[in-house]
Nanobody, 120 residues
C-alpha cells in the first residue's frame, strides 16, 4: 500500500520551531519530487517547499529563510524544519510525492496532513 505519513505538528508560540517529518511506504522516494503544502481555513492549498530527486529546492516567498526542506532517500523520508514561526503559518501541512510517468501522466501521492498552530 502506497502511503505517506506525516508527523511533528502541534502547537507552538510565535518565534518557535517545529520539525515535520514525512515517511513513505510502498514507494521509493528517490525518484520522486517531494513537497510540503499547506492549507489554512478558508484558503486554497499552497506550496510551502519542494525538493527534487537531485535535491534542488524551491520555497514559497513567505517561508524563505525560515523553513528548510531536506530528504533522506535511505530512510525514505522528507523533513521540513520550520523556524521563526508566525501565526500566519498556522495550517494543515501535507506531504506530497510527485513524478511524471514515462507516458507523461502525473503520479501524485498525498499524506493525510498534520496540523500546525502558531499561537501565544
Amino acid at each position: 500500500q502506497v502511503q505517506l505519513v506525516e508527523s511533528g505538528g502541534g502547537l507552538v508560540q510565535p518565534g518557535g520551531s517545529l520539525r515535520l517529518s514525512c515517511t513513505a511506504s510502498g514507494i521509493a522516494i528517490g525518484i520522486y519530487r517531494m513537497g510540503w503544502y499547506r492549507q489554512a481555513p478558508g484558503k486554497q492549498r499552497e506550496l510551502v517547499a519542494r525538493i527534487t530527486s537531485g535535491s534542488t529546492t524551491v520555497y514559497a516567498d513567505s517561508v524563505k529563510g525560515r523553513f528548510t526542506i531536506s530528504r533522506d532517500n535511505a530512510k525514505n523520508a522528507v523533513s521540513l524544519q520550520m523556524d521563526s514561526l508566525k501565526p500566519e503559518d498556522t495550517a494543515v501541512y501535507s506531504c506530497n510525492a510527485h513524478k511524471t510517468t514515462a507516458r507523461g501522466r502525473d503520479d501524485d501521492v498525498w499524506g493525510q496532513g498534520t496540523q500546525v498552530t502558531v499561537s501565544s
